[in-house]
T-cell receptor, first 111, second 115 residues
Framework: QQPVQSPQAVILREGEDAVINCSSSKALYSVHWYRQKHGEAPVFLMILLKGGEQKGHDKISASFNEKKQQSSLYLTASQLSYSGTYFCGTKGSNSGYALNFGKGTSLLVTP | DSGVTQTPKHLITATGQRVTLRCSPRSGDLSVYWYQQSLDQGLQFLIQYYNGEERAKGNILERFSAQQFPDLHSELNLSSLELGDSALYFC??????????????FGEGSRLTVL
């Protein structure tokens, strides 16, 4: 089951904040965030395993609301290097080993 | 460099043809995953192998098949190709047999163009 990401695209000025949301219609075991720069492979950012868990990676953090089957990725004081497409991947409680990704959120940070 | 190697990087072929994409996982990784990336669908999970055995299957068409060999490299076979099969095909590997705590390491992808 493919998770739904919103928004589809965001344009920011350097230093601004952004939130990317990921939701699923099914119960989730974990949420995984990846970033893909243009022409490159997706690169791992973080995994959230428990409901309510929040993790941080430099100025990028995420939360996971297990009850709502949602996760949010927070990018604060955005830098030019944050530009790329962000994917959330979800593993359902009963979906075996499959990690299903959303369609992605394109983020462009401008000077 | 993720350590995952995919060949070929680019492939152009005609409808109805068959192609094979190859993936070598990171040294020591036993799990291999195949994903298809198209503009409108994002990253679509196709199939996963762990130590030679199929572990999970996603939206993989019957015209597609995959296998993982004893040396752990994997091949994705695409046959009776259609225009809609044009996409970027990623291979990823991870250390464990499942997903829960496993980071996926992606290769640079094989771009398939079907004319």
């Amino acid at each position: 089951q493919q998770p739904v990401q919103s928004p589809q695209a965001v344009i920011l000025r350097e230093g601004e904040d952004a939130v990317i949301n990921c939701s699923s219609s099914k119960a989730l075991y974990s949420v995984h965030w990846y970033r893909q720069k243009h022409g490159e492979a997706p690169v791992f950012l973080m995994i959230l395993l428990k409901g309510g868990e929040q993790k941080g990676h430099d100025k990028i953090s995420a939360s996971f609301n297990e009850k709502k089957q949602q996760s949010s990725l927070y990018l604060t004081a955005s830098q030019l290097s944050y530009s790329g497409t962000y994917f959330c991947g979800t593993k359902g409680s009963n979906s075996g080993y499959a990690l299903n990704f959303g369609k992605g959120t394109s983020l462009l940070v401008t000077p | 460099d993720s350590g995952v190697t995919q060949t070929p990087k680019h492939l152009i072929t005609a409808t109805g043809q068959r192609v094979t994409l190859r993936c070598s996982p990171r040294s020591g990784d036993l799990s291999v995953y195949w994903y298809q990336q198209s503009l409108d669908q994002g990253l679509q999970f196709l199939i996963q192998y762990y130590n030679g055995e199929e572990r999970a299957k996603g939206n993989i068409l019957e015209r597609f098949s995959a296998q993982q060999f004893p040396d752990l490299h994997s091949e994705l076979n695409l046959s009776s190709l259609e225009l809609g099969d044009s996409a970027l095909y990623f291979c990823a590997s991870s250390a464990g047999q499942g997903i829960p705590t496993g980071e996926l390491f992606f290769g640079e992808g094989s771009r398939l163009t079907v004319l």
